[in-house]
């Protein structure tokens, strides 16, 4: 079988990469040239640990092509997976132009029947407005599939994720394309989960959404420790034996950023507005969310009152660890509020300083290592649990620091080492070490 990806972004990159692992004929087609000549090398765009490798040998073996020509990417293909991005709209929907420009280009240029398989995160009933879309535009010999196959891999970790998954959701009307599909994902061996469309759709959103929730919910709790002298270590460690709860995503801290959560709460938010049902839960999660994201920057107010002029360190720059997605990340929120402070802002972050330096070129200065950053520093700020950053000695902090004092958004170091070094540390839901 021939398969098209439509996107070569985080998603469509890896599960091309993945799917030529296991023996499939690949093209992954992108509107990006400069994209697509980079692919043709057999280098990766992104940063993604384990994809480098998986590319090279997959075009070797001439399983994995590239293309920015459209003709060439559907002209003769059994099955396209679309994995193109569904950023936000200002208003919290989802921004369905870039699946709906590569819909009306599929149609232009397939030649015979295909399945349509949408890997992209899209609200209810969307797989069956593309799915008629494209049908609408093709000649009436040629038949159109439809199929939601929402995507759960996470960035960091993504080739893993693929290959050892916890699910495959295959959405269908059609049994023979649900078939078709699962059969493609037969070597991963997974647990596939059969369903009609839009409960495929919709499992998407609510698995996103739960974990979003839990994420807000802990970091409740860390606050309501603050204030009342416990620890949330002790705290998330203690609920997270309970089975039913589970220790994933109990680890509290400035809140979830990056490209999936906040625009698919949103999205989700959003269309129970449309269906004029009040989503009370999704909503709090979203407004707990936005407040946790400036309490970094309010906690170092209330220590430092006037922060123009300091010298301030931003340690960790993606929106989490592995990646070097700077999408929504709460490091651009705090540099955008430091900004406004007047501070002197040094960053370093292993992999996205160059994303971030394309946004703030000379507004802020950038360091080659964590403990460069942190030099003559009058106080840092945690951002990203980067290993490299999480692993700094505390002692070195301590003697390169021009004022030893860190506000850790995820909770990196422990409170005893910061004590005993006579560090100034304030982090989320733990006492503060002053
Ligand atoms: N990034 C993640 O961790 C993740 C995880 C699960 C699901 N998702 C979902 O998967 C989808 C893709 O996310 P992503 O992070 O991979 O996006 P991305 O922005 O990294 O990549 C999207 C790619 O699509 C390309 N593109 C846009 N229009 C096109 C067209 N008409 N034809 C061909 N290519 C086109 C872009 O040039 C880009 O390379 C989104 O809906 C997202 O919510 C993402």
Redesign the pocket.
Known sequence: MKITI?????????TGACLAEVGHQITC????KE?ISILKQGIS??YEPGLDDLLQKNINSQNLAFT?C?KE?YQDTDCIF??????SNEDGS?NLT??D?????IAEHLQKSSTIVI????PVGTNERIGRLIQERVSPSINIESVSN??????GT?IKDTFQGDRIVIGSQSSEAAKKIGQIYEPFQLPIVHTDIRSAEMI?YAS?SFLALKISFINEIANLCERIGANIDHVSRGVGLDKRIGNKFLHAGIGFG???FP??INALNHLANDLDYDFKILQSVIDVNRRQKELLFKKAKTYLYSMSGKKVTVLGLTFKPN?D?I?DSVSLQLIQDLLLEDAEITVYDPIAMPQVEKLYGNKISYANSALQALSDSEAAFIVTEWDEIVQLSLEKVKETMAVPLIFDGRNCYSIEEAGKQGIQYYSIGRPAVN
């Open positions: 439509t996107g070569t972004g985080y998603v469509g990159l890896v087609y992108d509107i990006n994209k765009p992104i920015s459209p990417a679309i994995a193109v991005g569904t950023p989802a870039y699946i420009k590569a819909a009306i280009e890997k992209s995160t899209v929402p995507e759960f891999l996470r960035e993504a998407k996103n990056g490209s999936c625009k698919d990646t997605d999408r």
